[in-house]
C-alpha cells in the first residue's frame, strides 16, 4: 500500500492574515475562500458552529481564493474584504459577504462598508484604485502554491484537509489533531 502524501501550507500563517481566535491555539485552521462560492457559505455557517464549539482551542485564519472565471464578483468582494481589514473590520465584512454572496456588486459592498461603519470614502477609493488587487493575487498564489484547486480548501495545523466540510467531518479531523 502507497502511503498517502499529506499536502502542506506552502505560505505559514503570519501576521498579516486574517485570524480569529488566539495565536497560540493548539489548532489552527486556515481557509481559502471565495466570497461568491456557495460551498464556502455553506462551509461559513459550519465554521461559526464550530468556533462556538471550540472556543479557544482553535485559531481560524481565513485567506481569498476568488475564482474569477465562475464567480465574477469574486475579486472584487475579496478586495473590499482586505479594505475593510485595513479599517480592522475584515471579519464583519467577511461575514456580511457571506450573508449576502448573491448581492456582490459594487454598490452592494459600499452598503455593507456603511453598514460597519467603515469610512465609506476611503473604502471606495480602496475599491476603484484596485489598492488590494495585489494582496488578494498574493492570497491566490500561495492557494496554487499549496495545491489549492477549488474551494472551500482547508489546512488544519498545516495539512490539507482532504475530508468533507460539513461540521461533524471538521470536527472529527480537529480532534484528531488535538
Not at 52 to 75: D, N, Q, W, Y
Not at 88 to 99: A, G, V, Y
Amino acid at each position: 500500500m502507497t502511503p498517502q502524501i499529506q499536502t502542506q501550507l506552502a505560505v505559514p500563517v503570519n501576521a498579516q492574515d486574517h485570524s480569529r481566535g488566539p495565536n497560540d491555539a493548539p489548532i489552527t485552521l486556515v481557509e481559502y475562500g471565495d466570497f461568491e462560492c456557495p460551498h464556502c457559505a455553506q462551509a461559513h455557517y459550519q465554521l461559526q458552529e464550530l468556533e462556538k464549539a471550540i472556543g479557544e482551542s482553535m485559531c481560524l485564519v481565513f485567506r481569498e481564493f476568488p475564482l474569477t472565471t465562475v464567480h465574477p464578483h469574486a475579486a472584487k468582494a475579496a478586495e473590499a474584504a482586505e479594505s475593510a481589514g485595513a479599517q480592522r473590520k475584515f471579519w464583519p465584512m467577511h461575514d456580511i459577504l457571506f450573508e449576502n454572496q448573491d448581492a456582490l456588486a459594487e454598490e452592494d459592498l459600499l452598503q455593507y462598508a456603511a453598514a460597519i461603519d467603515l469610512d465609506v470614502e476611503q473604502f471606495a477609493r480602496d475599491l476603484s484604485q484596485e489598492r488590494f488587487a495585489p494582496r488578494v493575487r498574493q492570497h491566490f498564489m500561495g492557494g496554487v502554491r499549496s495545491g489549492v484547486n477549488g474551494t472551500p480548501t482547508f489546512f488544519i495545523n498545516g495539512v490539507r484537509h482532504d475530508g468533507g466540510f460539513d461540521y461533524q467531518s471538521l470536527l472529527e479531523a480537529i480532534n484528531e489533531q488535538l
